[in-house]
């Protein structure tokens, strides 16, 4: 059995690992494009903030651990060019070595992850200009932050990463301002977030335009419908796209968001090619049909389930799916949703109600904060659809108690009977998610 | 409608003001033995450390918001002697103006609390022996601790309260020892996770000693079966009673561990009786059978239902019952249970299977720690039976999922599909939680 993995990251590494782990004789090959070994993507923006720790601390496991310990053949600067699915076999560039060879699989797993929109407006091709999706980018990124010393930054696209960026840079003393072309923030989030998130920004004095149009960048400025920025660094998040072009040049079938389309098991329609990460659909359960969430959750999940699948062929397990869970550090808050959003719940028939609770995060033991909660609740059957969170403290595992939930379709008259834990360095007597589920109550 | 309360803190409280809520136009008078307003009692032994903040911080609400504000007739030492149930009167010593009245009820709350177990020894009625149970056993304990400075503590049973204890008196540089009788500390917990309790106990320097009797107190010497220790101060935590001799001596019913008997409802069988709290019985779901476990979250659950039910005798809500979820805090370490123990899985037929797993709570961003995960697993099913945990970081919140888990009736197979947050600042991508339930995948 020889299995190729093309992308070394963490679906193409949680894959090549579980074929191991469950076939000790079969070969394994992983085709990684880069120079970096699998790494924790979502680490990057923290590690700016640590100059003296290098990128390569977010490498999840070490060169030999993957290579001599998991016995994984796993060739960096290895690129595949073509995919041919009759013969089973691809075509890879071998960057290291400047010479192109065929390898042949019995199984293939597509791993290649995604890509950042780029800005296609004069000057957005700058030495100056990062997209902060690799940990390469990461390496240049940093270099130039430390090296050049930027007193300003301009952080176009106001999604989780620029969030998280803005948060960083500030840390590091670099004036920030954030430009998003949408008419609000976090578009996945309601307004009752969004405006917490708001009056941090100006709270930490990030600047914030929203509705703008981005003209273009003329040496150190850039100039948008929204006025002329200074931007010594910009950083472009605008979006991302699935690495599925070799996918699809092969004859593989696109789905949502243009990410390889993949059966319950992972499969996809070329013969025993599997996909699995940022390049393929993402079951949502709520939804009961494949999304596109890039996250390393369910990356390193389908990855491992990718693995199994095509070591045991006849007794393949499906993917469960995804709640949505998503939470970023933004500064002193943390923020997070998991279920259906307000946007998918508008395209949905039934009526829900929108609860908002703020809370204490403790009452007698010093150190806590201020939390909201915000649940969407289905009117008549009080099913939780949604919940969303912003505060202080400890909201991510808070979050967790609602995402198990939601995987169980309970309705907030149940949430209201759980026997959460309690003691004042943890939590108020009535943890703010029973509050919250009690509040829910009188209005579902 | 005229309704009495004996005893103003958690449960009591919650009672009054919940019928307050329902019903503007009725009479709440809580007779409250004590000096003291409703207390968060768990926050008792922290606020130790807090030299200058005074004890009365822990008050739940000001008099004024209890009086004023909620309109409830709240009197201060006023012990209530008997109850006749026939004539529906309680008998009130009030020891502020040194009279004994008689109140009348339409219906009555006993929310009495309960009561240490005292020391039979001789010597343990000294002025620096303490049973910390109630704020004026923290404020006595308080003023010795700063008053008299002194340099050795003795702590006799090793149950929450005193290591709690342990934790705070070692911080303030007092030399501890902690005595139990029991041949092992934390009888609730597992051994894999005592053995934890317990290298910190050595780690901090706090001597423990287990499977010990004591003989006597003679100055500031206690004599045991492990030798003599110093002590000039001593703190006895050796067990609680439920304080129902009044209900008791009137006919009421006592149900486990001599609490008040009480009936899906809260009712006692009592006319118009109702039982809440620390005083009271709590349904264990479980085991779909009451059980005893005094907690200031199921005090205020059923302090509120039972408010609720004597407002709408005719519209009951049954009290939906505990999961026995418990946490404190130790050391740097968090300590918590949910779902049936050891003891109570000896008891039952069903074969299940113990599952330890530790891991790092952050992989690519610092401050996280390590966590000790224990999962009882039903063989065959995989059902959830109880969850235990120590560790650093987010321990608390991490088992409330289990706590979601084990009231939904989850299997372990579930858990391992739930989509839980990640982000660096809060957990590896693979969550312990998820890591354990792959774990008892295994073995389940």
Redesign the interface.
Known sequence: MKVVVIGGS?AGLSAASQVRRLASDAQVVVLEKGRDLSY?A??MP??LF?RDTPVE??YALSYDTIVNGRKIDYRLRSEVAAIDPMRQKVQVLDHVNGRVYEEGYDALVYATGNRPHRLDLPGFDDENVFYFKTLEDTRRTKEFLYERAPKTALLVGAGYTNLELADVLSNIKIRTVLLEKAPAILPAFCPAVREKVEEKLQEKGVEFFAGVDIYEKAGNVVKTSAGDFAAELVVAAVGVRPATEIFAAAGGLLGVASAASVNPYLRTNLPNVFAAGDCAEHYVRQLGRNGYMP????A?KQGRLAGSNLIHPDNMRRF??????????FFDL?I?T?GLNERQLLGKDAAYATVIVDNDTR????GGGRMRIVLFVEKGSGLLLGAQMIGQD?V??????L???I??G?TVF?IA???????????P???P?LVAANQAIKMA
């Open positions: 963490a924790a979502c680490g923290y590690n640590f601390a977010l996250l390393g959750p369910v390193n469960s799916g995804i709640d949505q869970t998503a939470v970023f550090k943390t997070g998991s009452v007698a033991y010093p400890v991510a595992k808070r979050l967790d108690v995402a198990t939930a995987y169980k309970m149940e009977e759980l026997d959460l834990s309690y003691a004042p360095p943890y939590a007597v009535w943890d998610v």
